[in-house]
């Protein structure tokens, strides 16, 4: 589901009528509303007028969307100026990105917010989407040293069975979810043919795109889950820093693995979306640079990334956390460098910072949100890390205005490889 940014009616002639939007005159097409007048609110896209709604609920909408950042000019250097300057003509290069994640000037981390944001309604326009992630195994045979459910873990498992991953996606489909991504630890107990089970199942029962999170799971695996109709796979390279992955991952998977998983997925037409963690023990200014580059390199549909969170019994429990605003900052970087991907507030953002982050990533050039709709009595036991945030935020849920088949086509078309 989307959520757009209000217009003001400011007169009616016919199926048409001028609306105010965020100060801008446009004209709209009406024909689906009846008896609109000057002075409603309405929500629209290309052109069309879509729903009205209460003046309430317009201030409001407007308040999840609006941002507030007043640039001033004068205390920007001119290194910055010209560094966001080329990044609207040309790549940036590692040392450019590193200015940009390293300047302690308030004005210049306002600034580079704020053209995150320019850039993300002059390329994505005033869509917010919602999409929703179901955790459907937290059993895991891989033993990543940040991860609260790596195998060597004592936490309670649990695997949902294929008709408790079916309802729980038709459920959430009937609340107007469009976009769902299915994830789990690596666990092979979900054999090809059950995972394409439930891909067949959700797709004969209800018009939602399926994201697979599952791990590297070779090529083979990956084709027949793609024919079976997986739109997308959510899989983060983690860091570009080949040593420090190795580090992390000590079970000997290597980073060359899970990049060549990158590249084939997107030759097998997979939506990809990739990123990484922000904070990491051992992450230098230059790894993160270098991951921003990577990420683009792999010319992802979504770039994922949020904040380490040190996670209780792990190697790096007693480790610090990446922090909300480098990791806002890293948002911002990503916007600036690539235009139109898809970027979320994720979970670890969200548990980072709280409820408000929603916001404040949005106007760091994020463009959606992902809920958690994995059924309560599991929730609370796929702890990557801990005190994961939860909260849905009806609003969000509420405003939504593409929650019918417009918003499956739409989304067909900006899913497309
Ligand atoms: N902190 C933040 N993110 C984590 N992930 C796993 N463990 C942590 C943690 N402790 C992220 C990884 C993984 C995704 C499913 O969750 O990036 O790809």
Known sequence: MCLTIPARVVSVSG??????????????DTSLIKGLKAGDWILHTTG????????KDAREIIELLESSRKINNSSLSSEFKDILQAARIRD???????????????????????????????????????????????????????????SENDARRYR???????????????????????????????????LEEIVREIKRRSRVFIFLSVGERGYESYKRLRKTGASGVLLRFETSNPELFKKLHPE????????????????????????FMVGLPGQTMEDLAADILTLKSLNPGMASIGPFIPSP???????????????????????VLMKSVR???????????????????????GNALMFNLTPPR????????????YQRDRRWEKYALFQGKESYRMLEERLRP
């Open 15 to 28: 199926n048409l009528a001028d609306v105010l939007e965020n100060g801008t005159e446009k004209s709209i």
């Open 48 to 55: 069309l007028a879509i729903k009205k709604v209460s003046p």
């Open 92 to 150: 940036l290069t590692r040392e450019e990105v590193c200015y940009l994640l390293k300047t302690e000037n308030p004005e210049e981390i306002n600034a580079l917010h704020s053209e995150a944001n320019t850039i993300r309604k002059a390329y994505l326009k005033e869509f917010i989407c919602v999409h929703g992630i179901i955790e459907f195994s937290n059993i895991c045979a891989r033993d990543c040293c940040y991860c609260g459910i790596r």
């Open 160 to 194: 949902m069975t294929v008709s408790e991953v079916v309802n729980t996606v038709l459920k959430a489909a009937e609340k107007g979810y469009k976009l769902l991504v299915l994830q789990s630890g690596e666990d092979s107990y979900y054999s090809d043919d059950l």
């Open 252 to 275: 000997g998977k290597y980073l060359d693995n899970r990049l060549s998983h990158l590249r084939f997925l997107k030759e097998l037409g997979y939506f990809i979306a990739t990123g």
């Open 313 to 335: 019994d792990t190697p790096l429990s007693g480790e610090e956390g990446g922090t909300v605003d480098m990791t806002l900052r890293v948002m911002a970087v990503l916007r």
């Open 343 to 365: 970027i979320p507030v994720t979970t670890a953002m969200e548990t980072a910072g709280g409820i408000e982050i929603r916001k404040e990533g949005l106007m760091a050039g």
């Open 378 to 389: 599991y929730r609370r036991l796929y702890q990557i890390y801990p005190h994961k945030f």
